[in-house]
C-alpha cells in the first residue's frame, strides 16, 4: 500500500490557481486511474480532473468552494500501485476522527481562511469573525461569502485589517496596515464621487497576460483597406436561407476568419511563435477568436479552422461564443491557438491595434465595415463597403515585408469572395 497525493493541476498558461467547485467522489471511494475527481474552476475555464493513481480515496485534503495554489495538494489515494511513502494506520477510526478535528481547533485564522475567503473579505471589507462557516468545523468557505454578499447583509469590518488585530486601541492615530501581498503597490488617492471598484481574480489574469505580451513581444503595425462590397452582397444574399437551415446566424467575421485561414497555409509564418533560441512553426491553424462578456474577454479556439468551410467556421464562432457566455469554456476550448482574429469591428470601431495574444507571433483586428464613395478603374464615382484590417505583429518573429504579403492575400481572398468563389456549406 501506499498514499500518493492528487495535486492542483495548471488548466492553461499563466494560471496559478484553481478553486474546487465540486468533488465528485468522497472519502473510502474506489477509484480507476483516468477516472474524474473533482470539477476545478479557473479564471478561465472550468474542467474535470482525472485521477492520476487507481485506488481508494483516503483524504479530501481541499473543500469545495476552496482556492488553491497550483501545485498544493487536493486529496490523497491510497494506491496498491506505484512508489510512495507508506500511509500511516491509526489505530482506529476514532482515531483518525479525533486526530483531525484536533488539528482543526487548534489551526490559525490563516489556516481557516482559504486565499479566496481572504480575498473576498478584503475586497467587501467582511468582518469573518461575525460570518458562521457551513464547511467543515465550521470553517466559513468562499460559497458562505458569496452567499452573504448577493444578499447584501455585509457584516462590516470595523478596522480595516485582516485577520482581526489583536492589539487594543491606543490613543496614538492609527495607521492602516498594508497586507503584505499588497505591499510596494502605489496608492491612487481618490475624490468625493469616485467608486471603487474591486478587481476581480479574472480581470488581474487578464492584466498579467497584456502586461507580459507588451513587455516580452515588440510590437509592431500595419493596415490595409479591402472592399468587401461582394462579400457583403453574398452574405446578405444567404443570410435568411443559412438561419432556416443551420438555426444560427451567418455573421460576416466568418468569411473573415475563413480567408485568414487560407491566407496562413500560404504564409505559415505568422502561424508562429517565438522561443528564445528558435522559432516554432506550428502544423496546425487553430484561430483564436476574442469573445466579450459583461466583464470578461475570452479568447476560445477554432481548431482547424484551414479545413473548415465557412458553415463550419460560423458553427463554431455560434457554439464558442455561446459556451463563453454561459461560463462553460473547458480547458480545450481555449488550448492551442496559433493566430488571434478579433471582430472589433462590432463595437463600431474603423481603426485599432491589438495587443498579441502571447505567446502567438501576430494578431488581426477585423474592424467595422463602412459605405465609402470610391473613384474606381474607370473614373467612375461608386458607394463601396469597405473595412480595414489592422495587423499586430511579433517583431521578432516577423519583419513587414512578410506581413505585408499575407495582407495583401487576405484582402485578395476577402475581394474576391462570392457564390462562385466561396462556398458556404
Not at 24 to 30: P, W
Not at 352 to 366: C, K
Not at 393 to 408: E, K, T
Request: with cysteine.
Amino acid at each position: 500500500m501506499a498514499l500518493e497525493k492528487m495535486t492542483m493541476p495548471q488548466l492553461g498558461e499563466s494560471v496559478t490557481e484553481g478553486t474546487i467547485s465540486k468533488w465528485l467522489v468522497a472519502s473510502g471511494d474506489k477509484i480507476d486511474k483516468y477516472e474524474p475527481i473533482a470539477e476545478v474552476m479557473t479564471d478561465k475555464v472550468t474542467a474535470e480532473i482525472p485521477s492520476s493513481f487507481t485506488g481508494i480515496i483516503k483524504e479530501l485534503v481541499a473543500e469545495e468552494g476552496e482556492t488553491l495554489p497550483v501545485g498544493s495538494v487536493i486529496c490523497t489515494i491510497e494506491t496498491t500501485e506505484g512508489s510512495g511513502e507508506k500511509a500511516k494506520e491509526p489505530s482506529s477510526p476514532m482515531d483518525t476522527s479525533i486526530s483531525k478535528k484536533d488539528e482543526k481547533a487548534k489551526d490559525s485564522n490563516k489556516l481557516r481562511y482559504s486565499p479566496a475567503v481572504l480575498h473576498l473579505a478584503r475586497e467587501y471589507d467582511i468582518d469573518l469573525s461575525k460570518v458562521q462557516g457551513t464547511g467543515k468545523f465550521g470553517r466559513i468557505t468562499r460559497k458562505d461569502l458569496l452567499k452573504l454578499i448577493e444578499s447584501g447583509n455585509i457584516p462590516k469590518l470595523v478596522k480595516e485589517v485582516l485577520p482581526e488585530s489583536s492589539e487594543k486601541p491606543s490613543d496614538q492615530p492609527q495607521i492602516k496596515e498594508v497586507p503584505k501581498e499588497v505591499q510596494g503597490v502605489r496608492e491612487i488617492p481618490t475624490r468625493v464621487g469616485d467608486e471603487e471598484i474591486p478587481v476581480t481574480s479574472l480581470r488581474k489574469t487578464i492584466a498579467a497576460n497584456m502586461v507580459r505580451s507588451k513587455r516580452e513581444i515588440p510590437h509592431a503595425w500595419t493596415m490595409v483597406e479591402v472592399d468587401v462590397t461582394n462579400l457583403v452582397n453574398y452574405r446578405d444574399e444567404m443570410k435568411d436561407r443559412f438561419y432556416r437551415e443551420e438555426g444560427f446566424k451567418l455573421t460576416y467575421f466568418a468569411f473573415f476568419v475563413k480567408a485568414v485561414a487560407m491566407a496562413l497555409k500560404e504564409y505559415s509564418q505568422l502561424n508562429s511563435t517565438w522561443a528564445d533560441d528558435k522559432i516554432i512553426r506550428r502544423k496546425d491553424i487553430n484561430i483564436s477568436i476574442a469573445v466579450a462578456t459583461d466583464d470578461a474577454l475570452f479568447v476560445p479556439v477554432i481548431k482547424n479552422a484551414d479545413e473548415k468551410s465557412v458553415k463550419g467556421i460560423a458553427r463554431s464562432i455560434h457554439e464558442l461564443a455561446e459556451k463563453a457566455r454561459k461560463g462553460k469554456l473547458t480547458l480545450d476550448d481555449i488550448s492551442g491557438g496559433t493566430f488571434t482574429v478579433n471582430n472589433t469591428g462590432s463595437f463600431g470601431s474603423v481603426q485599432s491595434m491589438g495587443i498579441i495574444n502571447y505567446p502567438q507571433a501576430a494578431i488581426l483586428q477585423v474592424e467595422s465595415i463602412r459605405k465609402e464613395l470610391k473613384v474606381m478603374k474607370d473614373g467612375s464615382f461608386q458607394v463601396r463597403d469597405m473595412v480595414n484590417l489592422c495587423l499586430s505583429l511579433d517583431h521578432r518573429v516577423l519583419d513587414g515585408l512578410i506581413c505585408g504579403r499575407f495582407l495583401q492575400r487576405v484582402k485578395e481572398i476577402l475581394e474576391n469572395m462570392n457564390r462562385e468563389n466561396t462556398p458556404i456549406f
